[in-house]
Structures are given as structure tokens and as C-alpha cells.
């Protein structure tokens, strides 16, 4: 790869091959993967990132939102795309682009039968989500009754799926709480299944789950964070490779005076000389102004070069005193680990879910192949 000269995010369709053979190697031959790809693949190319993953031989893709899913559909993504959360605004667009939704509610199962039996659909495939202890999105325990009863009274959906969500799968402190949520889903699964007289999928796990519960894999499994290229933990993420490299170059260098200010509001004032660097990115394109004044950091020829003052819409200035660097130099941002977007969102007390979703389109995409 020659030198960044401006600021791009660097996606590694390599790296990407190597996660998702990883998660493969965990699982039994026969249960499916669910690629999530939603929020533009985590911050990714939602087209470009599902398109390799379908060539690889992924058995679903999962999205938050229907104007998600249409995307894919456009880019010619013609696996069963999930949608994790549709509103019924966007039932007949979901139902017209082969979607498949998340049904979480007595309220949005009737919107969408009401949608999908005008659209004389039969037995349009849905997937019944169940809460057990998340208190996000789901129908409860008690629910499966009537569930069962409004599936049996129409012909225009089927429930292809039944699954649940983890709270807490990275944190193996809460184990007790997610083996609970794992017993309470499983049992609903069967009830659900012994009633409606056919057998749906089940799924609950997502990466960690699917790294520290083995025994929830059941017949799908879906994966976000672990694609991109991240365990959760030290020791996982020593097998992950981080996708996306943020790169970008020193526009200028200053020498501060002491007494002298870098940036907006005067944020820093400098005690002796000073060299900083200009870089051409802020919080337009993610680094929100949590990393400025002194917490993140960007990697100059191996070594951290902290932000100082305010982080401005489209710049950073950082601390270059004593490292030899010049104008037009590549600098990191985040990449591989240890320098990794995880270890980024750190300074800010943030996560690399939130880091690597926040870079803005603005910021141009390459591919390494
Ligand atoms: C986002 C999401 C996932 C993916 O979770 P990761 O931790 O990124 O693997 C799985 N399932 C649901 C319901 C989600 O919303």
C-alpha cells in the first residue's frame, strides 16, 4: 500500500477472511452464520463487505434497519437478509425488497401480517424475537401463546426464526446472568416449537457469545464486532485482525512559543516550546472532542502523538516535540493490534463499537484485496 495522502480508511478484505475463518473454526460444521452488517458494516462498506462474505460462503446477513437492507439488495446481495429492527412505515418496502424482519411485539406481529396479507404473501418468512433479560426489543415468555395462536390464524407468515439477545457475553463476571438467559431461552424455544407443530431456527449468540458459550450456538449464530476484527478481550483478540486501518498525513508543523495557545478557545497553553503537527481530521469525521486535550493519541513512526487543545470539525493538532517527523508524513490513527481502534475508544472511555461506526462517510474507503 503506498502512503496515505489524505485521510482514508484502510479495509483489509484479508483480515476479514482470516475473522471469519476463525469464527468458523469455533463452530460445528452444521450451524449457520449471520453476518451483521448493519451501521455500514460497522463503520466498514456494508456493499463491498457483505458481497465478500456472501463469495465466502455466509449463510445470512443481519441489519438494523430496512433503508439497510434495500442498500444490499441494490449492491446485489441476494442472501436472506434479517432486519433487526423495522419499523412498520417500511413493512411493504421490506416485503417488495425479499426482507426478512424481527418481529418483537404483539403490536408490530399484527402491523406486519396486516401488511403482508394485503400484499397476498403466504407464509412470508419472520423471525419472533424474545427478550430474556436484555429489556431492549422482544416479545416475553408469557407472550408464546398468543403468538402462536395469531401465526396459526394466518396463512401470510411463517416464523422462519425464534432467537434472543445477550446482555453481557464479553463479561464473563455477569456468567451466572447469561447461562440464565441462555436456560430461559432455550426453554422457550422448545415450548415455542412444540406448539406451533414445526421446528424454526434458534439463535442467541452474537461474537462473544459465540466465543464464550459454546453450548448456545443452536442452529445460527450471529456475528458483528468478531468480522471487523475484534475479541473483546486481550486474550481474543490476540486471534482477530482489525479490518479498518485509519490513516492520515501531517498537513503542517508549528513550533509554539511558550505562553503561546494551540487551537480553539485557547484550550492549550503551552509551558515550553512546543512542536505540533496538523492533521486533517476531527470531529466531522468521528474523533469526537472526548479525545482531545490530551487523551487520544495518533501513532507517528511507531510512537504516540497526543491531541492537545480542542479537536477541532475537520483537524487535530497533536504533540510532536522531540520526534522526528515533517510535513506530508502518514500518521495512524487506529489499525492492528495493539494500536487498535479498541485501544483508541480507551482514552475516550468509549469501545471500539463506538469508534469504528462513528468515522464518517466523508472519510474515503480503500481496499486492500
Ligand atoms: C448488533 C447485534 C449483533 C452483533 O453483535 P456483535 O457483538 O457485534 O457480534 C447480534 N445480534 C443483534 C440482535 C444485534 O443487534
Redesign the pocket.
Known amino acids: 500500500m503506498p502512503k496515505a495522502q489524505e485521510t482514508v480508511l484502510e479495509i483489509d478484505l484479508n483480515a476479514l477472511k482470516h475473522n471469519f475463518e476463525y469464527i468458523k473454526s469455533k463452530l460445528q460444521k452444521d450451524t449457520k452464520i449471520l453476518a451483521?452488517v448493519?451501521a455500514f458494516a460497522y463503520g466498514s462498506h456494508a456493499e463491498i463487505i457483505a458481497d465478500y462474505l456472501q463469495n465466502l460462503d455466509v449463510d445470512y446477513f443481519?441489519v438494523?434497519y430496512v433503508s439497510e437492507g434495500v442498500a444490499l439488495r441494490n449492491a446485489g446481495i441476494i442472501k436472506p437478509i434479517l432486519v433487526?429492527h423495522p419499523q412498520a412505515v417500511n413493512f411493504k418496502t421490506l416485503i417488495e425488497r425479499c426482507l426478512e424482519p424481527s418481529l418483537y411485539s404483539s403490536k408490530v406481529l399484527h402491523e406486519f401480517i396486516a401488511v403482508a396479507s394485503e400484499e397476498q404473501q403466504n407464509d412470508y418468512p419472520i423471525h419472533i424475537k424474545f427478550n430474556t433479560g436484555l429489556n431492549r426489543l422482544g416479545f416475553s415468555d408469557n407472550d408464546v401463546d398468543h403468538i402462536i395462536s395469531t401465526l396459526k390464524s394466518s396463512k401470510a407468515v411463517k416464523a422462519k426464526s425464534i432467537f434472543s439477545?445477550l446482555a453481557a457475553s464479553e463479561d464473563l463476571s455477569e456468567k451466572e446472568f447469561t447461562i440464565q438467559q441462555i436456560q430461559k431461552f432455550k426453554s422457550i424455544a422448545e415450548n415455542f416449537s412444540e406448539k406451533i407443530g414445526y421446528q424454526p431456527m434458534f439463535h442467541i449468540c452474537?461474537?462473544?457469545g459465540i466465543l464464550n458459550y459454546p453450548e448456545a450456538h443452536l442452529d445460527m449464530v450471529?456475528?458483528?464486532?468478531?468480522l471487523y476484527g475484534f475479541g473483546n478481550s486481550e486474550e481474543e483478540n490476540k486471534h482477530f485482525k482489525p479490518i479498518a486501518t485509519l490513516k492520515s498525513v501531517i498537513s503542517q508543523i508549528h513550533h509554539i512559543k511558550k505562553g503561546e495557545t494551540v487551537g480553539y478557545n485557547r484550550a492549550f497553553k503551552s509551558q515550553t516550546m512546543v512542536k505540533s503537527a496538523t492533521i486533517p481530521i476531527g470531529h466531522a469525521d468521528g474523533i469526537n472532542r472526548q479525545y482531545g486535550n490530551g487523551k487520544g493519541y495518533v501513532m507517528i513512526n511507531g510512537k504516540p502523538a497526543y491531541i492537545i487543545g480542542n479537536v477541532c470539525m475537520d483537524m487535530i493538532m497533536v504533540d510532536v516535540s522531540d520526534m522526528d517527523c515533517k510535513e506530508g508524513d502518514e500518521i495512524i490513527i487506529f489499525g492492528p493490534h495493539p494500536h487498535s481502534a479498541s485501544e483508541f475508544s480507551k482514552t475516550a472511555q468509549t469501545i471500539s463499537?463506538e469508534i469504528i461506526t462513528a468515522i464518517s462517510t466523508r472519510v474515503k474507503r480503500v481496499f486492500l484485496t
Open positions: 451483521v448493519k443481519a438494523a433487526l439477545h452474537n461474537t462473544s450471529r456475528t458483528g464486532i468478531g463499537y
